[in-house]
């Protein structure tokens, strides 16, 4: 989750009359985690959730605070946008590679400080990384307003075109950047489609970005800057304009007055951005109530959406509508509402205790059939002084390798794109983890008596199939088919009053005639053998292993599940 | 003062005296052997080294039963520093070795008796000097008589000495201890040190043990007993003669190493527990598959199709050489979750992205199919399985680690019942300071985390998540009530439980590990 820092003395002066431990004790409770506070620096940093791109810097998070301790109610409003005549042109040719820009200007008397750079550069990566999906949906770019010469044009130019990007000093072609800068690699394949690039220039035909890759040089923003031009650039006009509203916002917060621009298209169409209208939702008359299970008038209702920073009226009909700010993008549901109240009216002041819990609806809990059954085998097997393991469904390939399991690869089921042979297949069989746990423990006291119950994975005619398995081990000097098989038949006898019988059969990772097929009721169930000394050796173990294993699930469609009962 | 000294002595007296009412009935075999030694040899401080010959007993069992002894007041124990005296080797390699003098006697016994004849002889080799000193003590021994050169045998020769019984006596035991040696012994040690070549001395710590009065007496009253048999066994039993047998006291205190033995898996125990809890307040177990189709693990849950979690770094996509189908609902359920998807999030929904199979990144997946092909008007239903993150392996994250998740639908279905299920939950777990945040998952709405104060770490630790599904959710798979769903990992809590550090070390499967963790905590 992304992080902003926010700094105390600005919690401090923006709340002078409430101590800072309480500001602080309630940033949780507005829907923020607070990472991690920083005195020495007198910073906290608090990470916020991506349905929440208002919270990516310190005045959006203070902005909703106020309204908790109810310094400031209602919807935040952007007073007296001034239209500042300037135009920015969209020409067709941008329709088919990223369609959608708009902007605003901001002017203030101060330049920015250090701190507002900031706040403004991680929050446009926010905004980047969240809600305009890695740039790819929509884009941010900031400039400075008094290096730019109007009206602007938004369009496209072929890969040779070049121009000085961000932080250097010669130019660069479209191509060199999409090949050779950091950003481009990271980026391009944003473009990939495309064999024009959308670049939006002024009438100096000076370059101001080459969205969503890299802003022009010429208009980078310093500390002496005072005068900012906004634009987004998108695949999406929602979002485009969601983006541009909170910008506006912290913009405004920062004391900076905006300025809209005219956005006008190839066919004449002009708008005036941003669009900062509020949005508006009716809600139906005792849903709130309902959903929350609290009973509060309509006056308490409204008076806790405003100290979440929306608004609502009462219709005659009794459904409420609610108001909500343009930049609330996780805003679009009824439900959505109920959270605010539950916000607005306090997570704290909920009745929790376990008496609320109780409806006075019955239900008599159970157990999963398979859950009964694993551990009825369990049961048998730890009195006969067995230890349970468990081990990862991901592992090596290497490791069924080692174990001699000769299996064709069209029935592997692989981990798309695995980065260490660690983490390559799922496994297909239970026993070569359980030797692998085996080879770790060989410091360890033997008899060395193990199971694991777990899934094993296949293709199976066009599916993948997953079971359950058992896997049963005996490691020490003497063990031998014997042991083992009597341990099979003493889990089948004390477990399911059953007989199973193991006609030979050779297999790769057994030693040849000390091995068989276990069939139940003529059935194949499973394996039984002793380990095949190579096999051993590829473990690095020193002692003798015997082992059966058994698909659970196909014991289990064969025992016919549905006659336990009780009496 | 004075009467406090008596009274301190007497304590000890009656102390003693318990003591030894106390051990006679626990004298342990090893106690029984050494002290029967040591009566034997009542009045004399015996060795280590003797102890371990006469007893049969490890060095390392004498010296235990030394202790206990010694505790008991029944021997005295003293840190004795010896000589320890031996032949020479040159001399034990010789297996012909006879002092000088008797090679003397036996060269006249062979016929000569001139001195000069002796010196030149195959015993002597010339060396006058040996022969000088040679007659010396046979005259000591009384065994020539030395006249003019010439030398004639007195009957004393038949005779040994006693320094050549003193160095036979060293052939036979290869060393002695000289404060074990009798008058004549010392004398004759005395006698042989001075001569070169003949006996080694050693400096040697040896401890060494008597017998007390009080062992004196305990050891008569034990031998008056009758014999006491070391065991019960079944013979006695069946021929009736442990009617007639006293047996021997063992020791009931000593420890004695642990036995094996099988056990489920702490983790598994840990979750049946819990489980457990959940059953009581009437949740019912379901289960599912590990490996979900993209449309169950996210589209299902409205999580967009360009939502960063569906990112190959973050789930585990799975890839098959033969082409596979993920299983895929109905056409009109897919047309339902794909047209909420457009409206609301503004893109075009593709179902090709739907269908990869992935390993489950939560178990709702599994609960959601469960809801929609049952759609329960009211149920509590919960499972507890392994769910899958694309993520470095760390000491506080799994690559496959086990989620625990609940529902309850009804009608009146509310926020508060949500929070109250969760209150209850943690009381039943002995949780009892709990506060709950807003926070967000992309499926339900209003979102809650909780958080519960743990006492053993003295801080809030985050658990579980949990919030009423999303109309989005629910309403185009059909179900109706509002869901309330909570969940979260299962290892933090496991962790908590077995006090650990390092999360990955409830799969490393170390034996000793698993053997040490207790059944039930206290």
């Known amino acids: 989750?992304?992080?902003?820092?926010?700094?105390?003395?600005?919690?401090?002066?923006?709340?002078?009359?409430?101590?800072?431990?309480?500001?602080?004790?309630?940033?949780?409770?507005?829907?923020?985690?607070?990472?991690?506070?920083?005195?020495?620096?007198?910073?906290?940093?608090?990470?916020?959730?991506?349905?929440?791109?208002?919270?990516?810097?310190?005045?959006?998070?203070?902005?909703?605070?106020?309204?908790?301790?109810?310094?400031?109610?209602?919807?935040?409003?952007?007073?007296?946008?001034?239209?500042?005549?300037?135009?920015?042109?969209?020409?067709?040719?941008?329709?088919?590679?990223?369609?959608?820009?708009?902007?605003?200007?901001?002017?203030?008397?101060?330049?920015?400080?250090?701190?507002?750079?900031?706040?403004?550069?991680?929050?446009?990566?926010?905004?980047?990384?969240?809600?305009?999906?890695?740039?790819?949906k929509s884009s941010i770019g900031i400039?400075?307003?008094?290096?730019?010469?109007?009206?602007?044009?938004?369009?496209?130019?072929?890969?040779?075109?070049?121009?000085?990007?961000?932080?250097?000093?010669?130019?660069?072609?479209?191509?060199?950047?999409?090949n050779h800068l950091d950003v481009g690699k990271k980026y391009g394949h944003i473009l990939q489609n495309s064999d024009k690039f959308p670049i939006l220039i002024d009438s100096q035909k000076n370059v101001l970005s080459f969205p969503p890759i890299i802003n022009g040089h010429l208009t980078k923003i310093k500390l002496n800057t005072n005068s900012l031009l906004i634009e987004v650039t998108s695949i999406n006009e929602k979002s485009a304009h969601d983006i541009l509203s909170i910008l506006s916002f912290e913009l405004y917060d920062m004391g900076f007055k905006i300025y809209s621009l005219d956005i006008?298209?190839?066919?004449?169409?002009?708008?005036?951005?941003?669009?900062?209208?509020?949005?508006?939702?009716?809600v139906s008359d005792g849903y709130i109530n309902k959903i929350l299970g609290l009973n509060l008038?309509?006056?308490?209702?409204?008076?806790?959406?405003?100290?979440?920073?929306?608004?609502?009226?009462?219709?005659?009909?009794?459904?409420?509508?609610?108001?909500?700010?343009?930049?609330?993008?996780?805003?679009?549901?009824?439900?959505?509402?109920?959270?605010?109240?539950?916000?607005?009216?306090?997570?704290?002041?909920?009745?929790?205790?376990?008496?609320?819990?109780?409806?006075?609806?019955?239900?008599?809990?159970?157990k999963h059939v398979s859950s009964l059954i694993f551990n009825s085998i369990r049961e048998v097997l730890m009195g006969l002084g067995f230890i349970e393991i468990i081990n990862t469904n991901i592992i090596s390939k290497n490791v069924i390798d080692d174990f001699f399991i000769r299996v064709d690869n069209t029935d592997l089921?692989?981990?798309e794109g695995s980065k260490s042979s660690e983490f390559e297949i799922l496994r297909n069989s239970i026993i070569p983890s359980i030797m692998v746990t085996l080879s770790k423990n060989i410091h360890e006291k033997y008899p060395q008596k193990l199971f694991e119950i777990g899934k094993t994975f296949k293709v199976h005619q066009s599916e993948l199939k997953e079971e359950w398995s058992l896997g049963v081990v005996i490691a020490h000097n003497n063990t031998n088919y014997s042991e083992i098989k009597s341990v099979l038949e003493s889990l089948m006898k004390y477990c399911f009053n059953k007989n199973i019988t193991t006609p030979r059969h050779n297999f790769d990772y057994y030693l040849n005639g000390h091995s068989a097929k276990i069939l139940f009721n003529e059935n194949d169930v499973g394996n039984i053998g002793e380990v095949y000394p190579q096999v051993i050796e590829n473990f690095k173990l020193r002692t003798l292993v015997s082992v059966f294993q058994i698909n659970l699930n196909s014991l289990m469609d064969l025992l016919d599940l549905k006659k336990i009962r009780y009496l | 003062m004075g009467i406090n000294a008596n009274d301190e002595e007497r304590d000890r007296e009656l102390s003693s005296a318990n003591l030894a009412k106390e051990s006679i009935a626990s004298l342990h075999p090893i106690e029984k052997n050494i002290l029967s030694i040591l009566y034997y040899h009542k009045g004399k401080w015996i060795t280590d080294n003797e102890l371990t010959k006469e007893s049969n007993l490890s060095i390392d069992q004498i010296r235990r039963g030394i202790e206990w002894l010694k505790?008991?007041?029944?021997?005295?124990?003293?840190?004795?520093?010896?000589?320890?005296?031996?032949?020479?080797e040159s001399l034990l390699k010789n297996d012909n070795f006879l002092l000088p003098e008797r090679k003397l006697v036996n060269c006249v016994k062979e016929g000569k008796s001139d001195i000069v004849d002796i010196i030149k002889s195959e015993a002597f080799k010339n060396n006058s000097k040996e022969v000088y000193s040679a007659i010396k003590f046979c005259k000591n021994n009384k065994w020539i008589d030395f006249k003019n050169n010439r030398i004639s045998l007195l009957p004393g020769i038949e005779h040994l000495s006693n320094e050549e019984k003193f160095i036979d006596k060293l052939i036979r035991i290869g060393s002695s201890i000289l404060s074990k040696l009798d008058e004549s012994e010392i004398s004759s040690f005395e006698i042989l040190k001075k001569r070169p070549n003949f006996i080694d001395v050693k400096?040697?710590?040896?401890?060494?043990?008597?017998?007390?009065?009080?062992?004196?007496?305990?050891?008569?009253?034990?031998?008056?007993?009758?014999?006491?048999?070391?065991?019960?066994?079944?013979?006695?039993?069946?021929?009736?003669?442990?009617?007639?047998?006293?047996?021997?006291?063992?020791?009931?205190?000593?420890?004695?190493?642990?036995?094996?033995?099988?056990?489920?898996?702490?983790?598994?125990?840990?979750?049946?527990?819990?489980?457990?809890?959940?059953?009581?307040?009437?949740?019912?177990?379901?289960?599912?598959?590990?490996?979900?189709?993209?449309?169950?693990?996210?589209?299902?849950?409205?999580?967009?199709?360009?939502?960063?979690?569906r990112d190959m770094q973050d789930t585990f996509y799975l890839k098959t050489i033969k082409n596979i189908d993920s299983p895929l609902p109905k056409d009109d359920v897919i047309k339902n979750v794909s047209s909420i998807h457009e409206q609301n999030w503004n893109y075009t929904w593709n179902i090709e992205e739907s269908k990869p199979y992935v390993l489950r990144t939560h178990t709702t997946p599994v609960t959601i199919q469960y809801l929609a092909k049952e759609k329960p008007e009211q149920d509590k239903t919960f499972l507890v399985g392994r769910v899958f993150r694309n993520e470095k392996a760390s000491f506080k994250h799994l690559v496959e680690f086990n989620q625990i998740e609940g529902i309850f639908t009804s009608k009146d279905a509310n926020l508060r019942q949500l929070m109250g299920i969760q209150t209850e939950f943690y009381a039943k777990m002995g949780i009892k300071k709990i506060k709950f945040w807003p926070t967000f998952f992309p499926y339900t709405e209003p979102s809650l985390q909780s958080m519960i104060y743990n006492d053993k770490f003295d801080k809030w630790i985050e658990l579980f998540g949990m919030g009423i599904l999303r109309p989005e959710v629910t309403v185009p798979l059909g179900i109706k009530n509002p869901v309330l769903a909570w969940g979260g990992g299962f290892e933090r809590l496991a962790m908590i439980r077995f006090n650990l550090d390092d999360i990955r070390e409830l799969y490393y499967n170390n034996l000793a590990w698993l053997k040490g963790i207790p059944k039930c905590l206290l």
């Not at chain 1, 307003?145 to 890969?159: E, G, M, S």
């Not at chain 1, 006008?264 to 939702?281: A, D, F, N, R, Y």
């Open chain 1, 1 to 136: 989750m992304p992080v902003v820092d926010v700094r105390l003395n600005a919690l401090s002066e923006s709340f002078p009359n409430i101590h800072l431990n309480e500001i602080i004790e309630k940033i949780p409770y507005i829907g923020l985690d607070i990472e991690g506070l920083d005195e020495n620096n007198g910073i906290i940093r608090v990470e916020f959730n991506p349905n929440r791109p208002d919270y990516s810097t310190e005045n959006g998070i203070i902005r909703a605070l106020k309204g908790l301790f109810e310094k400031e109610v209602g919807l935040p409003i952007v007073n007296d946008i001034e239209e500042s005549g300037y135009v920015v042109c969209i020409d067709e040719t941008v329709d088919n590679v990223r369609p959608i820009i708009c902007a605003f200007a901001a002017r203030r008397k101060d330049p920015l400080n250090e701190h507002e750079i900031s706040q403004l550069i991680s929050m446009q990566e926010d905004l980047h990384n969240g809600v305009g999906r890695k740039r790819k």
């Open chain 1, 143 to 178: 400039h400075d307003l008094d290096h730019i010469v109007f009206p602007l044009l938004y369009t496209t130019f072929p890969k040779h075109f070049s121009f000085v990007p961000l932080d250097r000093e010669n130019e660069f072609t479209i191509d060199n950047i999409l």
């Open chain 1, 264 to 282: 006008t298209s190839h066919l004449g169409e002009s708008i005036k951005t941003p669009v900062l209208k509020q949005s508006k939702m009716i």
């Open chain 1, 297 to 366: 008038s309509n006056g308490e209702l409204i008076k806790c959406l405003e100290r979440s920073r929306c608004s609502a009226r009462i219709l005659e009909n009794g459904d409420m509508e609610c108001y909500f700010p343009r930049y609330r993008v996780d805003i679009f549901n009824p439900v959505d509402i109920s959270e605010e109240i539950a916000i607005g009216y306090g997570i704290y002041r909920f009745d929790a205790s376990s008496s609320s819990s109780n409806p006075s609806l019955y239900f008599s809990g159970k």
């Open chain 1, 413 to 415: 089921v692989s981990i």
């Open chain 2, 71 to 88: 505790f008991k007041n029944f021997i005295a124990v003293e840190d004795g520093i010896e000589f320890e005296i031996s032949l020479k």
């Open chain 2, 203 to 309: 400096k040697i710590n040896n401890k060494k043990y008597i017998i007390s009065d009080l062992g004196v007496s305990f050891f008569k009253e034990l031998s008056s007993r009758t014999e006491l048999q070391r065991k019960l066994t079944a013979e006695h039993l069946i021929d009736g003669k442990w009617r007639d047998l006293e047996f021997e006291q063992i020791d009931v205190e000593a420890p004695l190493p642990l036995l094996a033995y099988g056990k489920k898996n702490p983790l598994i125990d840990f979750i049946d527990e819990v489980k457990e809890i959940l059953i009581g307040m009437g949740f019912s177990e379901i289960d599912g598959n590990f490996a979900q189709s993209s449309f169950w693990n996210f589209d299902a849950l409205f999580i967009p199709q360009d939502h960063s979690a």
